[in-house]
């Protein structure tokens, strides 16, 4: 009976040190995915911090040069920088409905533009 007792007192002791952590903890080998917040291109151009993660909804209107595109959401268009590891096998499609998730790159002396990560085609 005693031995039982003390399993108990064990098992209790786990369970409320285990539900008391305060942060979460990953299993081993996985890491935390970043939260975009959706902004409007608006917010973006007015608002938004160097390095912000942001998801928007548009369309990719035309490209400007090299991986430099105008996208062009509900309030206002941004260039945006898209790198090959965001493409698809078909690349860029203009002018199709778009979910961007991506940072912001807001330099000093040009206007912010978004550094793409993600390109999700909605159909």
């Known amino acids: 009976?005693?031995?039982?007792?003390?399993l108990g007192l064990i098992l209790s002791g786990l369970v409320t040190s285990a539900c008391s952590e305060e942060k979460l903890s990953l299993p081993a080998g996985?890491?935390?995915k970043p939260?975009?917040?959706?902004?409007?291109v608006e917010e973006i151009l007015n608002?938004?911090?160097?390095?912000?993660l942001v998801k928007v909804s548009g369309e990719i209107v035309k490209k400007i040069k090299d991986r430099i595109y105008l996208f062009?959401?509900?309030?206002?268009?941004?260039?945006?920088?898209?790198?090959?590891s965001a493409l698809s096998e078909t690349g860029v499609r203009l002018k199709s409905p778009v979910v961007i998730k991506g940072e912001v790159d807001n330099p000093p002396?040009?206007?912010p533009r978004i550094d793409v990560e993600n390109i999700h085609y909605v159909f």
Do not use: F
């Open 1 to 6: 009976m005693r031995k039982g007792c003390l």
């Open 72 to 84: 062009r959401g509900e309030t206002g268009e941004i260039h945006v920088v898209i790198e090959e």
């Open 30 to 32: 996985t890491t935390a």
């Open 35 to 40: 939260l975009y917040q959706k902004h409007s």
């Open 109 to 111: 002396d040009k206007a």
């Open 47 to 52: 608002t938004s911090d160097d390095e912000e």
